[in-house]
C-alpha cells in the first residue's frame, strides 16, 4: 500500500518542487495509519489496511452509515487500545485523502444544466431560471439545498493506480502480447478491425502500449430494489480494455464514473450529465498525465486515454447517442433506409432478408408476406454524410422545463 499512497502523492511533490515547499503534511495521517499497529502486538494489520477492508464489507453488505458508526463504537468498547477511526465521517474523510472520493454537482431541477465552472456560484438555472435550492420551512430554513445532485468519480486517478504497482502494470501491457495469433478468431477487442482501424489512424498513441483503451456502459437501475415504485437512476461505467478478456470485466476492475440522479431518467439531456466525464476524457485524450510505471523501474511516462466505443441496450443508446429508438427510422445502422411499417398502431421492422447475398435461397422465401426480396442492403453512410445530417439538426433548448417542450406525452 506504500506504493499506492506514493503514487497518490507523487503529482502534488512534483508541484512542490517547482511552487515551493513540500506540503504532503496532509498525507502524514495517511502513512501514520499504515504505519500503526491495529492493537498493541498485531502487525498482521495496519489500523488503514483494517479500515479500507471495514470500508469494502460495509458496501458489499449495504451497511447503513449509523450501522458502521455502532460497529466502530463496539470494536472501541471490545477493544479499548484499537487504534481506529471514530466514525464513518472520519472513514470518508481518510478515504478521500487516497483518492477514493467523488465530486458533488448540484443539478437544475429540469435537467437543464449544471451549477459547475462557469454556472458553479450561480443560484438560478441559466437556461430555465429556476431556483437552485429546494424552498425550505421548519427546521430546514435557511438551509440551501440543492434539488438534485450529480456524483462524479474522476477516472484520472484511478487510471494512474494501475501502473502504481507492478501486477497491474504488467497486466495493462496485455494487449500488445496477447493478440490471437489466429486471424479467425476474436478473444479481445484488440483482435477486432476496429481497435485495428484505431491504431492505423493514431500511430503515436498506439506506440505507447501503456496508454488505456476504454468503453462505457450506461443504464438506468432503481436503487431502492422496489419494482413498485417508479424511480430511474442511472449509473456510466468505464472498462480498460488493455487487461486480459477475463480481469478486464470483473468488479473490481470496472470503473463508476457517474451516479445521474432521478426520479427520471435523463432522455435527451444525457449530454449535460455527461460533461464532467467527457472534459476529462478530452483531457486524457490531449495532454494526458504523468504517471509512473512500477513495472519499468518507476519510469514516468504521459499516460494518455482514448474511449473507444459504448456498450448499452438500445434505449440506452438513444440516450447516448440523441438518435432516436422509437419511430420509423429508429435503426441507427440502417439510417435513413429503415424498412419499417405500421401494424395494429405499432412500428414493426422488416426486411432482414436485404442482408442476404443477392442468389441466397431465402431471399425467394415467400413465408413472411408473400413477396420475393429483391432490395440490396441498406447504404452504408460515410462520416461526411453522418456530418451533414448533424449539421441539419436544429439544437433543441437542454431540461424538461414544461416551457421548454419538457411536458411528457400522455398515452
Not at 7 to 24: L, Q, T, W, Y
Not at 116 to 121: H, P, Q, V, Y
Not at 294 to 309: G, H, K, Q, T
Request: include cysteine; hydrophobic fraction near 35%.
Amino acid at each position: 500500500m506504500f506504493d499506492v499512497l506514493d503514487d497518490i502523492i507523487s503529482e502534488d511533490a512534483d508541484e512542490d518542487a517547482v511552487g515551493g515547499p513540500s506540503s504532503n503534511v496532509q498525507y502524514d495521517d495517511l502513512f501514520a495509519a499504515l504505519r500503526s499497529e491495529l492493537y498493541p502486538g498485531v502487525s498482521s494489520f495496519s489500523s488503514l489496511n483494517f479500515l479500507v477492508k471495514l470500508m469494502h464489507l460495509k458496501v458489499l453488505n449495504k451497511w447503513t452509515n449509523k450501522l458502521f458508526d455502532e460497529l466502530l463504537k463496539l470494536l472501541k468498547l471490545t477493544f479499548p487500545k484499537i487504534d481506529l477511526v471514530e466514525s464513518h465521517y472520519e472513514a470518508k474523510k481518510l478515504m478521500t485523502k487516497m483518492g477514493l472520493g467523488y465530486s458533488l454537482i448540484h443539478v437544475c431541477k429540469n435537467d437543464c444544466a449544471l451549477f459547475w465552472k462557469e454556472n458553479s456560484l450561480k443560484d438560478t438555472c441559466p437556461v430555465c431560471s429556476e431556483s437552485r435550492w429546494k424552498l425550505q420551512s421548519g427546521k430546514r430554513a435557511g438551509k440551501n439545498i440543492p434539488h438534485n445532485v450529480l456524483r462524479y468519480f474522476p477516472v484520472g486517478p484511478r487510471l494512474k493506480r494501475l501502473f502504481a504497482t507492478s501486477k497491474t502494470a504488467k497486466l495493462m501491457r496485455w494487449h500488445s502480447t496477447g493478440k490471437s495469433k489466429d486471424n479467425d478468431v476474436m478473444r479481445h477487442p484488440v483482435d477486432g478491425k476496429s481497435w485495428q482501424e484505431f491504431d492505423k489512424r493514431h500511430p503515436q498513441f498506439a506506440g505507447d502500449v501503456r496508454n488505456v483503451r476504454l468503453g462505457l456502459a450506461a443504464d438506468g437501475f432503481n436503487p431502492f430494489g422496489n419494482m413498485s415504485l417508479s424511480y430511474s437512476m442511472w449509473h456510466v461505467v468505464l472498462t480498460t480494455y488493455n487487461l486480459l478478456p477475463w480481469i478486464c470485466m470483473k468488479a473490481e476492475y470496472l470503473m463508476l464514473s457517474l451516479l445521474i440522479p432521478g426520479p427520471q431518467s435523463p432522455g435527451k439531456d444525457m449530454d449535460v450529465f455527461l460533461r464532467p466525464l467527457i472534459d476529462e476524457l478530452k483531457e486524457l485524450w490531449v495532454h494526458g498525465l504523468d504517471t509512473r510505471d512500477a513495472a519499468y523501474e518507476n519510469d514516468v511516462f504521459r499516460m494518455r486515454a482514448a474511449l473507444l466505443w459504448t456498450v448499452n441496450d438500445f434505449p440506452a443508446r438513444s440516450s447516448l447517442s440523441g438518435w432516436s429508438g422509437q419511430g420509423y427510422r429508429a435503426c441507427p445502422t440502417c439510417n435513413e433506409d429503415t424498412p419499417s411499417m405500421r401494424v395494429i398502431g405499432k412500428t414493426a421492422y422488416f426486411g432482414h432478408h436485404h442482408f442476404l447475398p443477392t442468389n441466397h435461397h431465402w431471399r425467394s422465401n415467400l413465408q413472411f408476406d408473400g413477396r420475393t426480396e429483391r432490395k440490396r442492403p441498406p447504404r452504408r453512410f460515410s462520416t461526411t454524410d453522418i456530418l451533414e445530417q448533424l449539421r441539419r439538426v436544429k439544437t433543441g433548448i437542454p431540461g424538461k422545463h414544461p416551457n421548454y417542450g419538457g411536458v411528457k406525452r400522455k398515452r
